[in-house]
């Protein structure tokens, strides 16, 4: 999987990203109040109502919170269903309005305990439950393009360790 730099800042002026790491959190968004709730984000893109100007990075970009906690409280046997009709959608319908002119970034609190790192599967959602099933969360937000996905790293740290994942294009 290639990998992109978090300083290049691509990945937060458009695309689709899922990140784990606070300090790219810490470079999106100044408070609180530029943070997006994953049921807000589902409502506009119910609506089809996004606003003009994104809360997050000087208008660039909308941070969502909460998608883990959706996931976490759904059955195994619920959240590949909840990803295709709702989350997927989501994505989608930000692209659709947006193109390449914004970043919808997905924001994973538990941090890298969150993923499984599979080489043929990309990153894999574990839930705290290790009993649950782990999931292909990729499949469904980036539409199973393994191949275009980009790990974020820094070129601060020296292990190379992945802070997120980065699209272009999710459709």
């Known amino acids: 999987m290639e990998e992109i730099e978090v300083e290049a800042g691509v990945w937060f002026k458009r695309g689709c990203s899922i990140i784990w790491d606070n300090r790219c959190l810490t470079r999106l968004v100044k408070d609180n109040s530029e943070i997006t709730p994953i049921s807000t984000a589902l409502r506009m893109s119910k609506a ?9 990075s000087s208008g660039r970009a909308m941070v969502v919170v909460g998608l883990d906690g ?3 409280s759904l059955e195994d046997d619920q959240r590949e269903k909840w990803l295709r009709e709702h989350v997927k959608p989501l994505v989608l319908s930000f692209y659709r309005k947006f193109q390449n002119e ?5 924001f994973f609190e538990r941090g890298t305990a969150s993923f499984i790192d599979h ?4 990153f894999v959602w574990q839930p705290t439950n290790k009993q649950g099933k782990p999931l292909p969360l990729v ?13 974020l790293v820094s ?3 020296p292990k190379k360790e992945p802070w997120g994942l980065y699209v272009a294009n999710p459709s």
């Open 48 to 56: 089809n109502s996004w606003p003009d100007k994104l809360p997050a």
């Open 70 to 72: 959706c996931l976490e």
């Open 102 to 106: 914004a970043s919808l970034i997905f």
């Open 155 to 157: 070129e601060h740290d």
């Open 119 to 122: 080489i043929d599967e990309a």
């Open 139 to 151: 499949k469904f937000l980036y539409g199973g393009r393994f191949e275009e996905i980009k790990r």
